[in-house]
Every structure is written in C-alpha cells, then in structure tokens.
C-alpha cells in the first residue's frame, strides 16, 4: 500500500464555518484541561479533608467538588459563627462602658463618701 499525501487547504481557502469546526476541538480539549486542573489543585489543596471523609480510595472529580463544596459551607457557617460571637462581645463591652459612664455620672451628682465611690470604681473597673 502506497502512502497516501494529505494536502491541508490553507487557511485563506477555509471558510469561517470549516475554521470553527476545526478549531473546536482543540478549544474543548483546553476547556477539559483546565477543568481537570482546577479539580486537581482541589484535590491538593483539600488532602487532609479528603482523608477524613474518604481514606484509602480513589477519588473520582464529582467526589473532589462534593468535598470541596461540602468544605467550603463549613467554613461559611464557622466564619459566620465567629462574627455573630465578636460581635455579642463588642455589645456587651460597649453596653458594659454606657453602664459604667452613668455610673460615673450618678456618684458625681450625690455626694457619696470618697472611700464608698472609690471601691466602688475599683470594683466597676475589675
């Protein structure tokens, strides 16, 4: 059997529609490259993760994404849990100091033993 020649038509020759046919596969195999990346950066990125949910098998990419997603709500909601507390303790310190400024403000309106108030701020400022 004699080798055959393969002659490509130049590009000026292709139409829009026949350069887009050719091209389309070779930008659907870098769209799946970047695909299998990311889910590869996932995968290392998340190790210790994938460990405690699913030790000693292989890991498929609708796997990697689950625990990934799965992850990501739990930081969520952590994060969120610890703005909700520092935001209670900012509260109750700002409540606390309005309380201690009227206290400040009543002992300085009635005339209180100097010993009594200065226990008594002692006390406030503990």
Not at 4 to 27: H, I, Q, Y
Not at 36 to 65: C, G, T, Y
Not at 73 to 93: A, E, G, N, T, V
Not at 115 to 120: A, D, Y
Request: hydrophobic content about 35%; proline content about 4%; overall charge positive.
């Amino acid at each position: 059997m004699a080798p055959s020649a393969v002659f490509l038509e130049p590009d000026n020759l292709l139409t829009p529609k026949e350069k887009n046919k050719l091209r389309k596969p070779v930008v659907e195999k870098m769209r799946r490259d970047r695909i299998n990346s990311s889910i590869e950066q996932l995968k290392l990125l998340l190790e210790k993760e994938f460990q405690r949910h699913q030790p000693n098998s292989k890991l498929e990419k609708a796997d990697i994404l689950e625990v990934a997603v799965s992850y990501l709500k739990q930081q969520s909601q952590l994060q969120m849990k610890r703005s909700f507390h520092k935001s209670s303790q900012f509260d109750f310190r700002e409540g606390y100091s309005r309380c201690l400024q009227e206290a400040f403000y009543f002992l300085s309106l009635h005339k209180v033993r100097t010993e009594t108030q200065t226990k008594l701020l002692s006390h406030f400022q503990k």
